[in-house]
């Protein structure tokens, strides 16, 4: 189910739950922050109506906090368990065997980069089942262990190949994985070889979603310790972090030719137009989910630049994943957890953008060869407008980096984290803090740090940053058009690029 649908179910689950115990307003916005935090854990989640009425009530008695992606992973193996409980024919002693199975032929298929899963692959791991507990149990017929795990919908057959079979979604073929890990070896004697190999390949197919699901499966610190040493070791061969400091900026492209932003205050129009974003979005992540795996990597592609970015992108979502879970457990990597993911972020924006300097400091020669090759399109044959392209798509990069993490880490308790921990010399750490406000309170709550930080700069490339940051929070919530909210749309935000002041009209209110 995705998002605008989900929004509607979990509404009327918890407009039963509440009956006429709070406003229609309170139950909206309950209902909009649970929606919210299952978007927030797509990686690890199955989005059928089942799961969603199980999480949307484990969260409503409080057996999940929000946030919690521990929580999400127990109800998601308890939705695993009831889809078994649709084939007739077994009891639970039938399930918890089929359960032990697919943990060990997903495990015997990820070790062996055979995806699709062969029926030779299931065979052999139930022969080898039968074989050691023959004359103990019953034998497990490979036939109708497939025939059933097909009429419960947990897996399908290959569209490639019908002697192979895929899961429904990837995400139960990382959770078996997991699971199967953590039976082979205690947490207390956790193979570093294993962690090592997944945290090394994270990039490529389900190695990542497999550390996810180890980290919520064991609940200690082993995973994300590991993770945050590895990405400590990665991150110390970038040569430094982004500054955006109007005098300091050492990517000094982003500074030239600024243009003040003209964004209005998003409409009803706007609001259904993110709605069918996140819609698409969401959608992109299912399908995607269901595709195949692929284990068509090596080790020599681990050092070209496409795949160091796509490294650091994954190191910063994981550390931003596992943070607002673990952050109780020990302080000390906390601290360096937070530290790192401002100076993650930082040194990775320096590292894309860096290289592009040298089409404005070189003048036209770069791009005069590249008009020689005739391979530019005549819209950008215009230096000024190719030069513009750049700096829009590089800002564009900086907020996206930012709000990876902000959106992934955020949480009452991670805030007060990121405040204490920021370092406000830097703008870009103070940006970057301020959309994890943007992700945790209401408008009225941050607004008063959005006039700092744009008196403290007087820029108008961080005044772009903040309009920026305060249109997406209008669009994505309801907002009190009044106080220090009006104070903030007024200066940043109009109803007209001809005009200064928001029209009262377009806000719902009558001019005086």
Do not use: W
């Amino acid at each position: 189910m995705l998002y605008i649908k989900r929004g509607q179910l979990v509404l009327n689950i918890c407009n039963i739950y509440y009956k006429n115990s709070k406003t229609e307003q309170e139950v909206q916005r309950i209902a909009n922050v649970i929606n919210e935090t299952i978007n927030k854990q797509l990686n690890i989640l199955n989005l059928n109506p089942q799961f969603v009425v199980l999480c949307v009530n484990s969260l409503l008695k409080n057996d999940i906090q929000l946030g919690s992606s521990n929580g999400f992973t127990s109800v998601f193996q308890s939705n695993i368990t009831r889809q078994l409980e649709r084939i007739r024919t077994l009891n639970k002693d039938d399930i918890d065997e089929y359960l032990y199975l697919l943990q060990n032929i997903a495990y015997k298929a990820h070790i062996s980069k055979e995806y699709p899963i062969s029926i030779e692959c299931f065979t052999e791991v139930i022969n080898n089942y039968n074989l050691d507990g023959k004359g103990i149990r019953p034998e497990v017929s490979v036939l109708d262990f497939v025939k059933n795990l097909e009429s419960c919908k947990m897996i399908q057959q290959s569209r490639f190949d019908s002697n192979k079979y895929i899961f429904i979604s990837s995400n139960y073929f990382s959770f078996f994985v997991a699971k199967n890990i953590v039976s082979l070896v205690s947490d207390s004697k956790m193979d570093n070889a294993v962690i090592d190999k997944l945290i090394k390949e994270m990039s490529f197919g389900v190695n990542g979603d497999i550390l996810l699901y180890l980290a919520y499966i064991l609940q200690s610190t082993i995973i994300i310790d590991s993770v945050y040493a590895k990405a400590n070791e990665f991150f110390s061969g970038f040569d430094t972090e982004i500054i955006l400091n109007p005098k300091k900026c050492n990517v000094g492209y982003l500074h030239l030719k600024k243009t003040k932003l003209l964004l209005d205050v998003p409409n009803k129009k706007d609001k259904k137009n993110n709605l069918k974003r996140r819609e698409q979005d969401e959608e992109k992540i299912v399908k995607k989910k269901k595709e195949m795996i692929d284990y068509n990597y090596e080790e020599k592609d681990f050092d070209n630049t496409f795949i160091k970015i796509r490294q650091s992108i994954k190191y910063i979502e994981l550390l931003s994943r596992l943070l607002p879970d673990f952050m109780h457990l020990n302080p000390k990597t906390t601290k360096d957890i937070v530290e790192g993911l401002y100076s993650y972020a930082n040194k990775l924006i320096y590292y894309v953008l860096k290289p592009y300097e040298e089409f404005f400091e070189k003048d036209s020669k770069i791009l005069e060869e590249l008009y020689n090759d005739g391979d530019i399109p005549e819209e950008f044959r215009d230096e000024n407008k190719f030069k513009q392209a750049i700096q829009q798509i590089s800002h564009g990069f900086v907020l996206n980096v930012y709000n990876l993490v902000a959106r992934l880490s955020s949480s009452k308790k991670t805030l007060y984290a990121f405040d204490n921990l920021c370092n406000k010399d830097l703008a870009s750490n103070e940006i970057l803090n301020l959309m994890v406000h943007e992700n945790v309170e209401k408008l009225e709550d941050f607004a008063s740090r959005i006039l700092e930080i744009d008196s403290k700069y007087n820029d108008v490339l961080i005044e772009n940053y903040l309009k920026q940051i305060i249109r997406h929070h209008c669009v994505k919530n309801s907002i009190s058009y009044s106080g220090i909210n009006q104070k903030v749309i007024n200066k940043y935000l109009v109803a007209n690029p001809d005009k200064k002041k928001v029209s009262q009209l377009r806000l719902g209110k009558r001019n005086k």
